[in-house]
């Protein structure tokens, strides 16, 4: 089992930033490749971004591609994800999740095995 645990969330103003942080309890990522997630109310969850599990490719969802930034700390042991530019829309509830199976990363929600709690950021224009 893997316990992971996100935090950074809160309010910012359209065009600030914020990092998300997601830990996991007792043990390194190290295999597992990893992604973001969101859901804003009323909607579906969608993907975000993900990370591979040595950390060398990264990809993106296009609606964040090019304010977004996913990555890990040397020892693997977080998960960030670096918002810059937010826009309102990016107002959601965002999740970490693992995923046992995949080298590389998913944009699919049924690939990732391991959930967090979800951290919520508010974006206000």
């Known amino acids: 089992q893997v316990q992971l645990i996100e935090s950074g969330g809160g309010l910012v103003q359209a065009g600030g930033s914020l990092r998300l942080s997601c830990a996991a309890s007792g043990r390194t990522f190290s295999s597992y490749a990893m992604g973001w997630f969101r859901q804003a109310p009323g909607k579906e969850r969608e993907f975000v971004a993900a990370?591979?599990?040595?950390?060398?490719?990264?990809f993106y969802a296009d609606s964040v591609k090019g304010r977004f930034t996913i990555s890990t700390d040397n020892a693997k042991i977080t998960v960030y994800l670096q918002m810059n530019s937010l826009k309102a829309e990016d107002t959601a509830i965002y999740y970490c999740?693992?995923?046992?199976?995949?080298?590389?990363?998913?944009?699919?929600?049924?690939?990732?095995?391991?959930w967090g709690q979800g951290t919520r950021v508010t974006v206000s224009s």
């Open positions: 990370i591979s599990r040595s950390g060398g490719r990264t």
């Open positions: 999740a693992a995923a046992s199976k995949k080298l590389y990363g998913s944009s699919r929600i049924n690939d990732y095995d391991y």
